[in-house]
């Protein structure tokens, strides 16, 4: 088999096909960077806004756990998807304009007194550009994988977790969970950070264990993502609300971190393989 | 000037072979499971076209361990894509474009 000669039009019709097999792959992971650009801009945009109207917009650097938390996974998802892909002159562009754009309305924001509707500009541009880069790999490989008569849908389907996977699924809607308790309290904010950093440096020194955050990645299929899309975006609104209508009572507080804890620790559960 | 059919590599003149430098020209890497997945190969044959085109230098082979799970990584190397670029040209010379 492996000696077989091919027929030179045949090679040439083989060599289109499995390029466009190749090319189609990883779409999963790019639906993930395409919702993480969207999730910065709304932060960036979020932050914008409360530095321009509430007295202590402090509360929003509690979601850098978050984002953190959410880096960290990403690592096992591109491994998930079993293709790596190098930056190229575009995504570049896109990466100098984002740290453009973060400085420049971060700076904004403290010197000069926006009016706040800016935060909701700054957010919009922010999420555009950031998502552009995998959106415009996205829609590439959706024509790629039509033009090989296949879908990119079928990437990353949600399949049981193993025991490591679930349990670390746990801890982060616990995390998420503690960061909404502790917002607008100085001292839990505080604590919870320093968990958040210490936990992030031993998610780093044990990249190679089965209970490194990135097996998370690895393991999560659509179902667990959009939980933990929704779960960040729960905590957001959080964010928003504590920096509006001022700090919450304990028994709200507990209430809204069991609300926004819920989507990813039902998707830890246990379930029946298909 | 001799026949465009004296261009054409002999690496690559095996279907799993020449699918695999194809597979690996769109992306930086790819690990052993995808490619399998995507050449509709055994794990067999497909290490042995890896190991061949290995030895020629047209492809880097790196195994890596990431949550617990240890991953073989293959990459083409500049040599790799010159070469496929070289022999598709060739094959495109030959056909006279035909498969376009």
Redesign the interface.
């Known amino acids: ?6 027929d ?2 045949e ?6 096909r ?2 466009q ?3 189609a ?2 779409s999963a992971y790019e639906w993930v960077n395409v919702w993480f650009g969207v999730l910065l801009g709304l932060y960036i945009g979020l932050l914008t806004t409360l530095t321009a109207i509430a007295e202590d917009p402090a509360v929003t650097q509690m979601m850098i756990a978050a984002l953190v938390l959410h880096s960290a996974i990403l ?2 998802a591109r ?1 998930h998807s ?5 930056l190229r002159a575009g995504d570049i562009i896109m990466l100098v304009a984002s740290l453009v754009l973060i400085v420049s309305s971060l700076a904004l924001s403290i010197l000069v007194s926006l009016p706040a509707w800016s935060g909701a500009v700054v957010g919009a541009v922010g999420a555009a550009v950031f998502a552009a880069a995998p959106a415009v790999r996205l829609q590439r490989m959706q024509r790629s994988a039509a033009a090989s008569g296949r879908t990119t849908t079928a990437e990353w389907p949600t399949e049981p977790l193993s025991r ?1 996977a679930r349990i670390l699924t746990a801890a982060a809607a616990a995390l998420l969970g503690a960061i909404a308790v502790g917002q607008g309290h100085p001292v839990a904010s505080l604590g919870i950070l320093l968990l958040v950093i210490v936990a992030m440096f031993v998610a780093l020194a044990a ?6 955050l ?5 393991e999560w299929g659509r179902g667990h993502w959009a939980a933990f899309g929704l779960s960040v975006l729960l905590l957001l609104g959080d964010v928003a609300l504590i920096a509006l209508a001022g700090p919450q009572t304990l028994p709200v507080a507990l209430a809204i971190g069991v609300v926004v804890a819920a989507p990813v620790a039902l998707s830890a559960l246990p379930r029946r393989a298909r | 000037m001799s026949h465009p059919r004296h261009q054409l590599d002999e690496a690559l ?7 695999l430098m ?10 052993f ?2 490619l399998r ?3 509709d190969v055994a794990d067999s ?1 497909l290490s ?2 890896i190991s061949h085109l290995q030895e020629l230098g047209y492809v880097r082979v790196e195994k890596r ?5 240890s ?1 073989t ?1 293959v990459a083409a190397t500049g040599a790799g894509r010159s070469a496929l670029a070289a022999h ?1 040209a060739a ?2 010379a ?2 006279g474009g ?3």
Request: hydrophobic share 40%.
């Open positions: 088999m492996e000696s077989e000669r091919m030179d039009l090679a040439l019709r083989t060599i289109e499995v390029r097999r190749s090319s792959r990883g690592e096992g491994e079993g293709v790596r892909r190098g490591s990249k190679e264990s089965p209970w490194s990135a097996r998370v990645g690895m | 003149l095996t279907p799993v072979r020449l699918s194809a597979a690996l020209a769109e992306v930086d890497e790819a690990d499971a995808t997945e995507l050449l044959p042995k076209a361990t990431l949550g617990g799970r991953r990584w598709v094959l495109h030959i056909t035909a498969a376009g």
